[in-house]
């Protein structure tokens, strides 16, 4: 617009100045002294004209054409009968171009007051434009390419933005990286031009920056200090504003032809994160001193915008590592069931969140399928997810029936609360504040013996069950406050499956997605989980991409387990007689049991067990005995009897004459331990397979 504008006023200014020569012309051959001397305010017309139109120097020169041509018509070739007739219309002429002047010059002077406060406007509306612009998200590309965009086309025809490696990554760049000394570079992560798809633009988006040691950028940032500069040296100095050897900007030099440039180090909370890069080739306008004051302001905003994104990406990672560390690396493979998981973390706007799953292994061939949440997101959330796991696995271990679990459960989430509140001299003036603290939890004991299946749940989502014909239902179970409230008491459910269900376990951020009817999801979820499907894996994968149509903005842990049952070809049972006798007849039947089995290599070390537990048991109970063997991956013994008295393990000294049943029992199996029931306690033992 600049150029034809300038070319517009220099057509107007030849055409008025032949006008002048004309009517000089005009004047001239008119040649009837009177008719002269009316022709003679033609030659104000050019001044005129030019004092409305044109800049000060053009209409000066208009105005010094019409006074010359007047002298010398007036003055000299024309005849005019009355001298005060010649001077009046010299006097007049001189006069007019004077006013012509003076006019030109308050125009001029209020054009360039109206064009710097259109600059300022403009430069102030670009400034808003970027701060509203700029650190929308909290993610690093994200918040480079809106910087590219805020200044694209308003303030220059190209941007650049190039970050230091380990800022992509939420890392603080050391401050050896500017040296050279680091092992790592520049990475063009956001470019924008004026031209689609940045054709003048020598790298693409993700290329690393191979900068020449003396290109503008390196200089910049090893300076810490902005440059403007025109381009005046041509092809050269175009090359070391890109940072590539002039034979790779010798095509970009000619097609386009940069004039200007603007490099500005990226820099917030004393860390240089990369370098902005602005050109002009389109604006015939160079870069100017406020123009640079405003380029870095902007940049400087977008510069901590920036860091936010890394500091928050660093969080998140950690945040994601330490959570990913909780949960359980690979699942154990059980005859009880099979089982996979999936968990997916929220998008990186909501933090990590406190979701997880675990399959726990329990006496007698048994299993717990746990899934929770826990309030919150972030590294707390995390950590208090960790603590609330190990706490399910210890408690598991003792087996106690799932409501008791979560009522104990219930008691270690009021307790972490009450630690994790501030004291009240902390609570003024404290940056890190808990906030809510609690969490909902689903705990499932599944018998592959019985069959039988035992369910609780702390504010959960229930569980669906698809059975073995295919059909789909949410279980109707007691659903239980969240844990952290106290005082309500938890129920369990019993249930019987059939062999090969399906239980699906899930927490809240499958269903409550952003945007999306949760009574939709349910029934896509039931829908998806109704389907045959060759493998739990892929069935996974099925429910991820069907319930799930965006990005969550809560973890989603999923877990699906198809039960399995131990017929009687697994299982042998025997009641025992309280008597001491009876121990030989014990060992007898478990050695038969085994030659049956193909197990017969294990029948001295079993025998050893079972004679230890039988014994045990006729010495320090009473009532009925019962022994079972349980052939699973390894080998079961558990012998039940109708006290509640647990046996401890303890080291016999040389005089004793008991405490060393146990010992040998410890010694000669994987684990043991004892697991209470109605009526009396089970005592049992795993062999290794």
């Known amino acids: ?54 800049p000060l120097l053009p209409t000066a020169v208009l105005g010094l054409a019409s006074i010359v041509s007047v002298v010398l018509n007036f003055g000299f070739l024309l005849p005019v009968e009355r001298t005060g007739a010649r001077i009046v219309v010299i006097v007049t002429i001189v006069l007019a171009v004077v006013i012509s002047l003076l006019s030109c010059w308050v125009r001029a002077n209020r054009e360039a007051k109206l064009r710097r406060v259109m600059i300022a406007r403009d430069r102030l509306t670009l400034l808003s434009v970027a701060t509203t612009h700029i650190g929308n998200t909290l993610d690093v590309d994200t918040t480079a390419r809106e910087l590219a965009e805020a200044a694209v086309p308003r303030f220059a025809d190209l941007a650049t933005v190039d970050l230091a490696d380990p800022v992509l990554r939420g890392k603080d760049p050391s401050a050896g990286w500017l040296d050279g000394k680091a092992p790592f570079a520049l990475r063009r992560v956001a470019q924008r031009s004026v031209l689609d798809g ?16 003396d290109s503008v950028p390196a200089q910049v940032l090893a300076s810490g200090k902005a440059r403007c500069s025109p381009l005046l040296d041509g092809l050269e100095e175009l090359a070391g504003w890109l940072g590539v050897s002039p034979e790779r900007a010798d095509a970009v030099w000619r097609e386009y032809g940069f004039h ?29 001193a406020d123009d640079l004051l405003l380029a870095e302001e902007i940049v400087a905003r977008a510069a901590v915008c920036v860091d936010n ?81 190990s706490t399910v696995r210890t408690l598991a271990d003792i087996d106690l029936p799932p409501d008791e679990l979560l009522t104990h459960l219930d008691d270690v989430v009021i307790r972490l609360r009450f630690e994790t509140e501030p004291a009240d001299s902390e609570r003024n003036g404290s ?23 035992s369910f609780a749940r702390a504010g959960h989502p229930a569980p669906v069950l698809v059975r073995p014909d295919g059909g789909a239902e949410f279980l109707e179970l007691s659903a239980g406050p969240p844990l952290g409230l106290g005082g309500l008491p938890f129920e369990a459910t019993e249930l019987d499956l059939p062999e090969n269900s399906l239980l699906a376990l899930y927490t809240n951020g499958l269903i409550e997605s952003r945007g999306r009817d949760p009574s939709r999801a349910y029934d896509d979820l039931r829908q ?98 019962q022994l079972r063997l349980i052939r699973e991956r390894g080998l079961i013994c558990e012998v039940s009897d109708s006290t509640s008295t647990s046996p401890h393990l303890r080291r016999a000294r040389a005089f004793d004459e008991s405490g060393r049943g146990l010992f040998i029992v410890a010694r000669l199996t994987e684990r043991w331990g004892t697991r209470h029931r109605a009526g009396g306690k089970t005592i049992w033992a795993e062999l290794a397979p």
């Not at 940045?198 to 040691?213: F, I, K, R, Y």
């Not at 200007?260 to 100017?288: C, K, N, W």
């Open 1 to 54: 617009m600049a150029s034809l504008r300038r070319g517009g006023q220099s057509g107007l200014f030849v055409l008025l100045l032949l006008s002048v020569l004309l009517i000089g012309a005009y004047q001239n051959w008119a040649g009837q002294p009177e008719a002269t001397i009316r022709y003679a305010s033609l030659s104000l017309l050019p001044p005129l004209v030019a004092s409305a139109l044109l």
């Open 198 to 213: 940045a054709p003048e633009a020598v790298l693409e988006t993700g290329d690393t920056t191979h900068s020449l040691a």
């Open 260 to 288: 200007s440039g603007i490099a500005i180090p990226l820099r917030a909370r004393g860390a240089t994160l990369g370098v902005a890069v602005f050109l002009r080739h389109r604006r015939q306008e160079s870069f100017d």
């Open 309 to 389: 994104a890394r500091r928050f990406t660093h969080e998140h990672r950690t945040s994601l590592a330490l959570q990913r560390s909780l949960l359980p690396r690979r699942l154990p493979r059980l005859a009880a069931v099979d089982v996979a998981s999936r968990y997916l973390p929220a998008d990186s706007a909501m933090g990590v969140g406190g979701d997880w799953f675990d399959v726990i292994p329990l006496s007698g061939a048994r299993v717990a399928l746990v899934v929770g949440d826990v309030v919150g997101h972030g590294v707390h959330a995390s950590a208090t997810m960790g603590r609330l796991r």
């Open 431 to 453: 940056e890190d504040t808990t906030g809510e603290f609690g969490a909902t939890c689903l705990y499932v004991v599944y018998d592959p013996v019985s069959r039988h299946c």
């Open 528 to 625: 998806v989980l109704s389907r045959p499907t060759p493998s739990l894996d892929q069935l996974c994968d099925e429910v991820v991409k069907t319930v799930l149509v965006q990005q969550p903005t809560d973890d989603v842990a999923l877990l699906l387990a198809r039960t399995h049952a131990l017929d009687a070809s697994h299982v042998a049972t025997w009641e025992i007689p309280d008597d001491p006798t009876a121990v030989a007849s014990a060992r007898d039947l478990v050695t038969s049991q085994l030659d049956g089995w193909g197990m017969a290599e294990s029948a001295f070390t079993t025998e050893l067990v079972v004679s230890e537990l039988v014994t045990n048991a006729i010495r320090h109970a009473d009532g009925p005995i």
